[in-house]
């Protein structure tokens, strides 16, 4: 079998890629490990950039994202029982973000590529990828009990964190730059209406809280807790006081979130890394196979799209003009912007949350960072212009 782009991973990534080239005109095939169910299912952020909602629209998955998204012109931080709006267009000449769970995203676009796409097959578990350096990478997998290759003109890893693409970069010419941070973040669904209409990030004494949400009806809330914590320690009552107790403000103690059934609860581990380069020869990186960030800054989606969005434009280039410049710079080109958006998720994470092992003195700046931000224009146009995410050419 053959193929000119072989994807590996149906995330985000490798949907989105999938539906840039069917759209483009250039066939792929994708190869996904887990179940549709699986996939579909996964519990994610869920804030989408102006970029990603564009090229979501342009890629045939407008529809839902359109009537069910929520557009949202700010966030509120929270910090010394003070509250600060952040006017994102205000600050940003007009840019906002919105609200809609990965889940729907997937949804849309698996519809989408099994209506009208080119192959997309679940179950289908990639070993190794060979001859990156070669005019015909293949991909091997197995596939309903048998072993199969995939011959491609290019492979593309969207294959996550713990994907086998990687490994087609030869360990001597592969770099991976990590933090890994001393807490993580117990997530919960809830059936119970958000008690804000924008997000709240809030720094207390207590450890970092974000009230978000995934619709009218439904609350997405996390709590900062020490590594290795087990769910089961925390029981939904529990979960709540903590909450309210964060989201404390000085003005209105008496303010608490609404509660509801909790419908699922976990936790995550905050982790920055980035793998350089993210291209071997004929061999492509995107999404988390070559980066994450903490939730902190909700950039872990919107970064995954642009790489996706540069890579598709890259390969339309080259069927249109024979010219490799655009997939050449590929690898440049995304890692200017994964290692702002690095910067940033650190920034927001290490200025909300409290490390464990924290002076006051550490205390006392992250105070002093989080007035300015409150006090400062310049300083909550950084913050605006970092949240919603660097403008990219239109699709
Ligand atoms: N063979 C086939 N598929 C694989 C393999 C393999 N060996 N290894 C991993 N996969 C699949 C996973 O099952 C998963 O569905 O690759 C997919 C990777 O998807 P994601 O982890 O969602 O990564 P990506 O598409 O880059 O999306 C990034 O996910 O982690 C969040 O915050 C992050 O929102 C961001 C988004
Ligand atoms: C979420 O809704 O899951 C979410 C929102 C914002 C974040 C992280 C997660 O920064």
Same mark, same amino acid.
């Given at each position: ?195 804000? @209409? &924008? =997000? ?5 004494? /207590?450890?970092? *809280?974000? !009230? ?5 009806? $439904? ?21 709540? @006081? &903590? =909450? ?5 403000? /000085?003005?209105? *103690?008496? !303010? ?5 059934? $909790? ?133």
């Amino acid at each position: 079998m053959h193929t000119t782009v072989g994807i590996i991973g149906a995330g985000p990534a490798g949907l989105l890629l999938a539906r840039l080239l069917h759209r483009a005109g250039i066939d792929s095939v994708v190869l996904e490990s887990r179940d549709r169910d699986y996939v579909e299912q996964r519990q994610r952020a869920g804030i989408l950039e102006q970029a990603t909602v564009d090229a979501l629209r342009a890629a045939g998955a407008g529809g839902r994202l359109d009537a069910e998204g929520i557009p949202h012109d700010g966030i509120e931080l929270r910090h010394g029982g003070r509250a600060t709006r952040i006017d994102f267009p205000g600050l940003t000449g007009g840019r906002r973000v919105w609200v809609y769970a990965q889940t729907e995203v997937v949804k849309d676009l698996v519809a989408l590529q099994l209506a009208e796409g080119g192959p997309l097959h679940f179950e289908a578990e990639v070993t190794a990828v060979h001859g990156a350096d070669t005019d015909r990478p293949t991909i091997r997998y197995t596939h309903q009990g048998r072993e199969r290759i995939l011959s491609c003109d290019y492979v593309v890893g969207c294959d996550g964190f713990h994907g086998v693409t990687r490994q087609a970069v030869p360990a001597a010419e592969r770099r991976t730059h990590e933090r890994v941070y001393p807490y993580s973040w117990l997530g919960i669904l809830a059936d119970a209406p958000p008690v804000y @209409d &924008e =997000l709240i990030y809030a720094h207390s004494e /207590r450890g970092f *809280a974000l !009230a978000s949400m995934r619709s009218p009806s $439904v609350s997405r809330l996390y709590l900062q807790v020490p590594n290795g914590t087990d769910p089961a320690d925390w029981p939904d009552e529990r979960i709540w @006081d &903590e =909450l309210d107790a964060r989201l404390a403000l /000085r003005d209105t *103690a008496g !303010a608490r979130l609404h509660r509801g059934p $909790v419908t699922q609860k976990s936790v995550l581990p905050m982790r920055s890394s980035v793998t350089e380069p993210m291209r071997w020869g004929r061999v492509f990186l995107a999404g988390d196979a070559a980066h994450i960030v903490p939730p902190t800054g909700a950039k872990g989606l919107n970064l995954a799209a642009a790489d996706v969005i540069v890579l598709a434009r890259a390969f339309a280039h080259h069927r249109a003009t024979g010219s490799t410049e655009l997939l050449d710079a590929y690898s440049d080109t995304c890692l200017r912007r994964v290692w702002r958006a690095e910067h940033f998720s650190y920034f927001m994470t290490t200025t909300l949350h409290t490390d464990p092992g924290q002076s006051g003195f550490e205390t006392r700046l992250q105070l002093s960072q989080l007035d300015r931000i409150a006090d400062s224009r310049h300083a909550a146009t950084e913050l605006a212009e970092n949240y919603t995410g660097l403008p990219l050419d239109p699709v």
